[in-house]
């Protein structure tokens, strides 16, 4: 008897993640004698656990061909880490049944470093509960620190939006400089890696020969030596721009966006080491600064998606229902860059061993001699990661973004379950 | 003998300013026989003052075109109010010495409220000097605070930008909200009214069947309303988002911006209305909050333009050069409305007087009955303004935004102008 799959999204979203969701959906339509049913799962593994499943069987071919163009998550993710089953089982014991009742044989797990060990753990405990489960990792997240992948699928999409965004807001400061505002600081996500502020050097040349200046969490930040940096760029360009990952530490490994800022009753207030840049640059430097905080809007913009990431995220999606046709598990598709220039990868797969709990950190020569830029092997890297236009279709001036119609899969177990 | 031209831009650049400016290039260009040559100021009327002018002369065909594409300011823009010539007309007077040196006898001049008076008062003060002057206004701005036009260019951008990005995020919110971020708030530009704040509402349906709040500056901000209605939000969707408007004010006029947040040093900081809401979110509600500042970005997503805007700010332009031509002055095109759904429009024109120094306020009856949405008048209103996409040309990725070479003109005075 065939047997069904659950496809499930973990962490953070991304521009493009429903891509690999279309490409599952879609690769398992055109393999329905080997697989029944594919489930998604409502809110990512709590939907496997509280057996709050959705049947896409019901959606329409346009419908699914639409993810492909829409951001967000489009079955609900979760921010959802399962104990150690060594330690407490309950968690896997309960995915079996669940899976088990519903006749699951295939689970397609869509996620970043966490999500590729919970999958591993999975597997493993699968085999030796003797329960019949192929388990296949889909890698995406938009912090690119997944190890083994050229890249990882929603990362393309960001480092285009920062390139463009602070390409363009360098242009509006340039025009401005003379009277008014001199500094604009665009503060990206990144809290580990600045695999993100990197891709904000691919608006500009390399240093010293650029107006565009990045604090990366890889550099320890020291306030003399940026403020001189900022001072000297405004003096030889008129304007100098900032991007500033929301990691940036100082050497005490402090984070800037915890400088502790209160207000005016001694609460401590919310803040981003964007907002404590633009500070130092006004209150240090007299300089007249803007600053802007991209925050969702960086791994939601599918407007602007690289079409290269989007290619990549659905052939990972496809890639990992071939991998379970092959009767593989416990491994996850990615990408293996076969050259820089012009930009060639290819599909290929992975153990989730060499996937989990392994943070790839951005290299330090990827990072140019003054820690304020990137290299040129960080643009080799870069660059084609951006490339290639993925507009979605527009009605009335607004992108048409489709929010699917799955049906809920009727519970078949009893017990609830305390997540 | 043909005189010349000299064009500036003035205050906060936009996405599509610089196809105002391509439009008067072009214009005069076909004009030849009319028009002299094209000087651009630099940096704005400081550059007209200062006798540093731009000789727009050998631009290439495609440059010029291509600052259809290309957001910032192409010649400099400043923020830079002349005094009243009746009190100090010493600017003025310069002016004319800096015109009458290099035979100029057309100004057009591409800003806001402010530069529409001073285009006016230089043209009144010409006449009385008996110095042959055609200066003509060209609107642009994203607050879209012009009376008489329709709209303003520049704002048509802003508000696709601002409705998109809050679908988006939106989206992203969503897919998050089970386990992690419940509420995310989008800060955007509009210190004194809040169109750009009510080109959000077009992303959704209007209150109460919609997950997002908007903050206006015309609507004084009560925080306990406003946190019982993130509260039901919640509830009711599962999340909530919230647009916030720089420019929000509580009943006693204060705005959240300078609500007094200080450093642990007890130094005043930068703020933002923004970080207060969602600072008021997470302490008061407890949720989980995200916050974006668009800033910059907004106003420069030339990737994101609206293809109406886009067409509206090339045709005022070119409209400038042909009401000049037929020897008007003291004028400026603007764009009526013929037509809401479709959309209809011309050019037309109106004397600087009915535009100089009166700020469009968002009218009462956009605003939605509970102060949080837009109404259906304002709907009707912004809805076709976002129409249609205008995307720039890509190379590697990234936009192909040109920074033309225009020539220094050699200067003629041999006093120079203390500003």
């Not at 001699?369 to 092997?377: C, H, N, Q, T």
């Amino acid at each position: 008897m065939k047997r069904n799959a659950v496809y499930a999204q973990s962490g953070g979203v991304t521009a493009v993640i429903n891509a690999s969701a279309a490409a599952v959906i879609e690769a398992v339509r055109l393999n329905r004698a080997m697989i029944g049913a594919l489930y998604a799962a409502r809110n990512g593994i709590i939907g496997a656990l509280t057996e709050d499943l959705l049947d896409t069987t019901p959606l329409s071919a346009p419908d699914v061909s639409a993810l492909r163009h829409t951001p967000g998550g489009v079955f609900g993710s979760c921010r959802y880490k399962l104990p150690d089953p060594v330690k407490d089982d309950r968690h896997y014991r309960r995915l079996l049944e669940v899976f088990d009742a519903h006749q699951v044989g295939y689970f397609f797990y869509n996620g970043g470093n966490d999500s590729m060990d919970t999958a591993l753990k999975l597997a493993r405990y699968a085999q030796q509960a003797g329960y019949p489960l192929q388990v296949i990792g889909i890698p995406k997240t938009v912090d690119n620190d997944l190890p083994v992948t050229d890249c990882c699928p929603g990362f393309g999409s960001v480092a285009k939006y920062v390139a463009v965004s602070i390409r363009e807001a360098t242009l509006d400061l340039a025009a401005m400089a003379s009277t008014s505002t001199q500094v604009f600081v665009f503060e990206v996500m990144g809290r580990h890696a600045g695999w993100i502020a990197a891709a904000g050097g691919l608006a500009f040349g390399s240093p010293p020969d650029t107006p565009l200046l990045i604090l990366f969490p890889e550099v320890p930040f020291d306030a003399e030596r940026f403020l001189a940096r900022v001072s000297d760029t405004v003096a030889r360009f008129g304007y100098c721009s900032v991007v500033v990952s929301e990691g940036v530490r100082d050497a005490e490994g402090t984070f800037l966006a915890d400088a502790g800022t209160v207000d005016a009753f001694g609460h401590r207030q919310l803040g981003g080491a964007g907002l404590q840049v633009a500070q130092q640059v006004r209150g240090r430097l007299g300089l007249k600064t803007h600053w802007a905080v991209a925050d969702y809007l960086q791994r939601s913009a599918r407007h602007l998606a690289s079409a290269t990431d989007l290619a990549q995220a659905y052939a990972l999606g496809r890639e990992a229902v071939l991998l379970a046709l092959a009767g593989q598990s416990g491994v996850a598709p990615v990408i293996a860059r076969l050259a820089d220039a012009p930009y060639r990868w290819e599909v290929a797969s992975a153990p989730l061993e060499a996937l989990a709990n392994v943070e790839r950190h951005l290299p330090a020569d990827f990072i140019s001699a003054d820690g304020f830029g990137i290299s040129e092997a960080a643009r080799r890297y870069l660059a084609p990661l951006i490339v290639g236009e993925a507009y979605p279709p527009y009605r009335d001036g607004l992108p048409h973004y489709v929010q699917v119609q799955a049906a809920p899969v009727p519970r078949r177990l009893a017990q609830s379950f305390a997540l």
